[in-house]
């Protein structure tokens, strides 16, 4: 399985852009890059998801590196309810999600 | 979006006992979910894929008889923690994904096990 590493905690200021890194070296050529998050004692919600393209959907941009090997997850103006766990995980099978330590980002004001 | 529940949001329960946790999707059917747990401070760990009708499949390392998963119907799984012991006490969250919902995988708001 692919495995994925991310900073451990990262803080934003309210209203700026958080860039949360991933690198996923072992990533194979038809896996996915998926992020979700976690907000405290909930269930973790979808965020977005790629596999050579670069993404935007209404929560986030997603930007890969051309040789797959890292992604960034972008959020363009972060608030105070974006504070969560934010996981990047490689998908091995339909459905099939395994999670990493994820990146703590605080949002402070 | 796609809503999975879950039921109980919390329970407390004494040690020796049985504890069942349902999974629901309650707007779509779903022939597989996936069983997480997770500790305080630590990351989701998966325990099992549910299955409709056959064997849930487990990961490595978690003990079938231990956590017994039945998937009888399209929209309900459940999750039996069998002779809980306080180690047994933890988050544990289901998902699923919707047909045609693009491999989005939706999260059950998780359940709160706490056994004395």
């Known amino acids: 399985d692919a495995k994925t590493t991310q900073p451990p905690s990262m803080d934003c200021a309210e209203g700026r852009a958080a860039n949360l890194p991933c690198n996923h070296s072992?990533?194979?050529?038809?896996?996915?890059v998926y992020w979700y998050r976690q907000i405290h004692s909930q269930g973790p919600q979808y965020i977005i998801h790629?596999?050579?393209n670069n993404e935007t959907n209404e929560m986030a941009s997603l930007i890969i590196t051309e040789d797959r090997k890292s992604s960034t997850l972008i959020l363009p103006h972060a608030t105070l309810r974006d504070t969560a766990v934010y996981y990047c995980i490689v998908r091995v099978a339909p459905g099939k999600l395994i999670f990493g330590q994820g990146t703590e980002l605080s949002v402070k004001p | 979006g796609a809503v999975v529940s879950q039921h109980p949001s919390r329970v407390i329960c004494k040690s020796g006992t049985s504890v069942k946790i349902e999974c629901r999707s309650l707007d779509f059917q779903a022939t597989t979910m996936f069983w997480y747990r997770q500790f305080p401070k630590k990351s989701l760990m998966l325990m099992a894929t549910?299955?409709?009708?056959?064997?849930?499949?487990?990961e490595q390392g978690v003990e079938k008889d231990k956590f017994l998963i039945n998937h009888a119907s399209l929209t309900l799984s459940t999750l039996t923690v069998t002779s809980a012991h306080p180690e047994d006490s933890s988050f544990y969250i289901c998902?699923?994904?919707?047909?045609?919902?693009?491999?989005?995988?939706?999260f059950g708001p998780g359940t709160r096990l706490t056994v004395l």
């Open positions: 072992t990533i194979s050529g038809n896996e996915y």
């Open positions: 549910s299955n409709e009708g056959s064997k849930a499949t487990y």
């Open positions: 998902s699923a994904t919707p047909p045609r919902a693009n491999n989005e995988q939706f």
């Open positions: 790629g596999l050579k």
